[in-house]
């Protein structure tokens, strides 16, 4: 079992940035590789936001390149998302993801404009 809890979510103007955090627990074999951040709009499908690919690398959303960045702390089990120059279009509830099963509460994210 892996137990995922965001934070930093909250009402931000636009143009401004906001830093999700993501702490896993539970397992004791844990690999940020397998972690990533999904989003969540109102009446929209959940989409892949960021992901470690393993070895380093990582991916994007095309509509968050430049402007998010995914980081982490292996040694805390902590996984970050920097977001900056938002846009109202970001608005969301934030997802952290652990593998193929495991999924946080999510954080909402709110950009005014």
Known sequence: QVQLVESGGGLVQAGGSLRLSCAASGRSAFSTDSMAWYRQAPGKQRELVARFCGGGCTNYADSVKGRFT?????????????????KPED??????????LYWGQGTQVTVSS
């Open 91 to 100: 608005t969301a509830v934030y997802y952290c993801k652990y593998g193929i």
């Open 70 to 86: 995914i980081s982490r702390d292996n040694a805390k089990k902590m996984v970050y998302l920097q977001m900056s120059s938002l």
